[in-house]
């Protein structure tokens, strides 16, 4: 295995994944940029609590035929220390896959872990975790996309799910269950609740209300952290130059926020075109593309009640004021794709169901233990 260190390593570790994938017509070139930016530690926070190596698999002919990232993040609690692997790819080969594994076995070894997850992100879950194992065609912004023999190389080796990702899909244009009509009906009846859709002018006060409200929600899910204002504010002017404000959605009982439910045009229509690169005039290209070039899908990123209002319809009503704007006011919109939803969420996969939807792809966190006589234990429902 060949560490990456060298600007040639690293257009090799980008140039692999093209080689891997090339007669698939359903693969997008990831920016390249996005991929290097987890790996620079300037600009990755997760270097303040972890550390990340990669490394190229080389042939006897010094040609590569694989790559991989190694990662330990000191906050990523587990019954067992749990390091992680991601970016693999790998020619159709188990010995090579073997070896690449092994090798990210024996680091994380040194590193103290217990065991490893794979293929997983050195960040957040909302980009390039998980392997595809179900559903290939084009994939969503950020989200991993792979030969379906990885399945097998993963499996093979010894790799066990830890958890299942369920992606759902429908068209904009679905009725939705006469439930949420009713329930919508009923909430609207109490002039104390409203929706409203973001205003870009106002981005501040939103990211505070989604600081609230997720902190509420989800910090203290699937080793969730709370998060601070000031981290929301960055994302969120991060993601401006590609928001569709109608597309985002708040709810509040007496001014006070409740619910939220965030949306983007799936980046990747775009960016398919763009073939990796991000130089500047391929960002004026870009802003070219998002002026001109139509954007028929939009992704569902998070969705979160307070815990105080789930179970009372909050959903239902959030939903349908949504979804009769988009529909009315935001007619290229013609598909919707969430965001994974982990199968430990059993309630989560209950409203996307509920929704009309239908499963569009899965993709399966993997959990290796590096002694085997210790009993596997899958992620635990919440």
Same mark, same amino acid.
């Given at each position: 295995?060949?560490?990456?260190?060298?600007?040639?390593?690293?257009?090799?570790?980008?140039?692999?994944?093209?080689?891997?994938?090339?007669?698939?017509?359903?693969?997008?070139?990831?920016?390249?940029?996005?991929?290097?930016?987890?790996?620079?530690?300037?600009?990755?926070?997760?270097?303040?609590?972890?550390?990340?190596?990669?490394?190229?698999?080389?042939?006897?002919?010094?040609?590569?035929?694989?790559?991989?990232?190694?990662?330990?993040?000191?906050?990523?609690?587990?019954?067992?220390?749990?390091?992680?692997?991601?970016?693999?790819?790998?020619?159709?080969?188990?010995?090579?896959?073997?070896?690449?594994?092994?090798?990210?076995?024996?680091?994380?070894?040194?590193?103290?872990?217990?065991?490893?997850?794979?293929?997983?992100?050195?960040?957040?879950?909302?980009?390039?975790?998980?392997?595809?194992?179900?559903?290939?065609?084009?994939?969503?912004?950020?989200?991993?996309?792979?030969?379906?023999?990885?399945?097998?190389?993963?499996?093979?080796?010894?790799?066990? $799910?830890?958890?299942? +990702?369920?992606?759902?899909?429908?068209?904009?244009?679905?009725? %939705?269950?006469? =439930?949420? @009509?009713?329930?919508?009906?009923?909430?609207?009846?109490?002039?104390?609740?409203?929706?409203?859709?973001?205003?870009?002018?106002?981005?501040?006060?939103?990211?505070?209300?989604?600081?609230?409200?997720?902190?509420?929600?989800?910090?203290?899910?699937?080793?969730?952290?709370?998060?601070?204002?000031?981290?929301?504010?960055?994302?969120?002017?991060?993601?401006?130059?590609?928001?569709?404000?109608?597309?985002?959605?708040?709810?509040?009982?007496?001014?006070?926020?409740?619910?939220?439910?965030?949306?983007? $045009?799936?980046?990747? +229509?775009?960016?398919?075109?763009?073939?990796?690169?991000?130089? %500047?005039?391929? =960002?004026? @290209?870009?802003?070219?593309?998002?002026?001109?070039?139509?954007?028929?899908?939009?992704?569902?990123?998070?969705?979160?009640?307070?815990?105080?209002?789930?179970?009372?319809?909050?959903?239902?009503?959030?939903?349908?004021?949504?979804?009769?704007?988009?529909?009315?006011?935001?007619?290229?919109?013609?598909?919707?794709?969430?965001?994974?939803?982990?199968?430990?969420?059993?309630?989560?996969?209950?409203?996307?169901?509920?929704?009309?939807?239908?499963?569009?792809?899965?993709?399966?966190?993997?959990?290796?233990?590096?002694?085997?006589?210790?009993?596997?234990?899958?992620?635990?429902?919440?």
């Amino acid at each position: 295995m060949h560490e990456v260190q060298t600007s040639k390593d690293k257009k090799n570790f980008l140039k692999i994944a093209i080689t891997i994938n090339a007669q698939d017509s359903q693969w997008i070139r990831p920016l390249d940029k996005n991929i290097e930016e987890v790996f620079d530690e300037q600009k990755n926070k997760f270097f303040k609590r972890g550390v990340a190596k990669r490394w190229l698999l080389l042939n006897d002919a010094e040609e590569c035929i694989g790559r991989v990232a190694a990662f330990v993040n000191r906050q990523y609690k587990e019954a067992q220390p749990t390091g992680g692997i991601g970016f693999f790819e790998c020619i159709n080969d188990q010995k090579a896959a073997d070896f690449i594994f092994n090798h990210c076995k024996n680091w994380l070894q040194e590193q103290g872990m217990e065991a490893m997850d794979g293929p997983i992100n050195f960040g957040e879950r909302d980009k390039w975790w998980g392997l595809l194992v179900e559903g290939f065609h084009e994939p969503l912004y950020g989200m991993n996309y792979n030969p379906p023999y990885y399945q097998q190389l993963f499996e093979a080796y010894g790799f066990q $799910p830890y958890f299942h +990702q369920h992606c759902y899909a429908l068209s904009v244009d679905n009725k %939705l269950q006469d =439930k949420f @009509y009713q329930r919508h009906a009923e909430i609207s009846l109490d002039k104390s609740y409203k929706a409203i859709h973001m205003k870009k002018r106002a981005l501040e006060k939103y990211a505070k209300d989604f600081t609230i409200t997720y902190n509420k929600a989800w910090a203290s899910h699937g080793g969730g952290k709370e998060l601070e204002e000031k981290q929301v504010v960055k994302l969120f002017k991060t993601m401006k130059p590609v928001m569709d404000e109608r597309l985002n959605w708040f709810v509040y009982h007496n001014d006070e926020p409740i619910a939220f439910w965030i949306n983007l $045009p799936d980046l990747n +229509q775009w960016f398919k075109k763009m073939n990796g690169h991000f130089s %500047l005039l391929y =960002k004026l @290209y870009f802003l070219f593309l998002k002026m001109f070039a139509t954007n028929n899908r939009f992704v569902g990123l998070v969705f979160g009640i307070v815990p105080a209002y789930q179970g009372k319809g909050i959903d239902a009503f959030m939903i349908v004021e949504g979804a009769e704007f988009i529909k009315q006011h935001a007619k290229n919109y013609t598909d919707f794709e969430m965001q994974w939803i982990g199968d430990f969420n059993p309630k989560m996969i209950n409203i996307a169901e509920s929704l009309g939807t239908h499963r569009s792809r899965i993709l399966s966190t993997y959990r290796f233990l590096f002694d085997s006589t210790k009993p596997f234990v899958r992620h635990k429902t919440i």
